[in-house]
């Protein structure tokens, strides 16, 4: 895509200095949301869905900036849908998902309008064949536009093959799964919360969405079906952001019949432990000194009995039983209570996971990896087209 190389770990780096000044608005809790809905905890940590806008915005921008490069070859003065199915073109299954949605908005538009306009419009007009299929191409306007740029640029009849594509999409019934079995332990209020996180998008804000990407800063600016189908990006990106950070929670969650638990785990938590101390910010404390009261072994004991058939005054009876049986029970519920919440904390997606999922995307792993293609690719990994 872009001549110049980026990783996408120096992405993520650049990623919150990459949003600027003019962009004042946010979309982390509406971010949090989608992401509870696609297979998160109830209450997804905020500074993991703060890292994923960040990356979403990141690559939208990216994303905006090659699709006015096209629009400029082709000569014209707007971003449209076309320059956004040419950047899709290299991946057909993303690109079969991105046609089945614009059928879904022309169906959509059918439905708002109404069966009852459109026969009192056919009424009007009269029976023409002519009227009716204008009438018809307006209705049916992104799958006709779609139609017609996809034929000019196709010579072998495969990106036409997609529009009447009727195959499975795997990754979309993966989610519909995962959001059934997720269901099946909710109660009323929490599914209802759950029913309106599915119904979030960026589509719904489109005035915020455009202040969210600048737009009005842009020299060629998008136009309305173009932002639809980047309002449909961005939220794929979300979706495909916490499918593959799931991936690898599942993956670092230790096994007890798996011989390499303890090599993926220790590797996990070195990367684990170099990252989250700049997530928490310069007011985090890490003690590492080891005569700090955490690191140092709990003293000894003293003994009940100082001599042989001398005990200590108090020991038995209900005074100084009772009082330590109290202190360890009410220290017993401390640590409880602590490792809840650690567990609590540990069930939802880290920015750890995000990190090693956008990691993992854009290098391949394996023993030959390092003499393949992958880590001379130019430009950005996207993860929506």
Not at 136 to 149: E, M, V
Not at 199 to 213: E, I, N, P, T, V
Not at 251 to 266: C, G, R
Request: proline share 5%; aromatic share 6%.
């Amino acid at each position: 895509m872009s001549s110049t190389a980026v990783s996408p770990m120096s992405v993520l780096a650049s990623a919150s200095g990459g949003r600027g000044a003019a962009k004042a608005t946010s979309f982390a809790p509406e971010i949090q949301s989608m992401m509870f809905s696609l297979g998160d905890v109830r209450r997804p940590l905020h500074e993991t869905a703060v890292l994923v806008e960040d990356i979403v915005h990141t690559q939208l921008i990216h994303l905006l900036q090659q699709a006015a490069e096209v629009s400029q070859l082709r000569g014209a003065r707007v971003i449209s849908a076309e320059d956004l199915l040419f950047l899709m073109c290299k991946d057909k299954k993303k690109l079969r998902r991105l046609l089945k949605y614009m059928n879904f908005r022309d169906y959509k538009s059918r439905v708002t309008k109404g069966l009852e306009e459109d026969d009192l419009l056919e009424d009007k007009v009269g029976a023409g064949s002519s009227s009716s299929s204008s009438s018809n191409s307006n209705i049916n306007k992104r799958q006709k536009l779609a139609h017609d740029f996809l034929s000019s640029i196709d010579q072998t009849g495969e990106l036409l093959a997609l529009l009447d594509d009727e195959e499975i999409d795997e990754v979309k019934q993966e989610r519909m799964e995962r959001a059934e079995k997720q269901t099946r332990m909710m109660d009323p209020a929490q599914y209802a919360e759950f029913c309106e996180s599915r119904q979030l998008g960026f589509s719904k804000k489109a005035s915020k969405f455009r202040d969210w990407l600048d737009c009005s800063s842009m020299e060629i600016k998008p136009n309305a079906i173009a932002m639809e189908i980047l309002a449909y990006l961005a939220y794929e990106t979300v979706a495909q952001l916490v499918d593959l950070a799931l991936l690898v929670k599942q993956d670092m969650t230790p096994k007890a019949d798996d011989p390499f638990t303890h090599a993926v785990s220790a590797t996990f938590i070195q990367y684990h432990s170099s990252v989250e101390p700049n997530l928490l910010g310069p007011h985090a404390i890490v003690k590492t000194n080891p005569d700090s009261p955490e690191n140092t072994p709990p003293p000894t004991p003293t003994p009940l009995v100082h001599h042989v058939g001398k005990i200590q005054p108090g020991s038995l009876g209900n005074g100084g039983l009772a009082q330590d049986s109290t202190k360890t029970k009410q220290r017993k519920r401390k640590k409880s209570a602590a490792a809840c919440g650690i567990e609590a904390q540990s069930s939802a997606i880290q920015p750890s996971h995000i990190r090693e999922a956008v990691r993992r995307y854009g290098h391949k792993i394996g023993p030959l990896s390092p003499f393949t293609n992958a880590y001379h690719r130019n430009g950005m990994t996207f993860l929506a087209c």
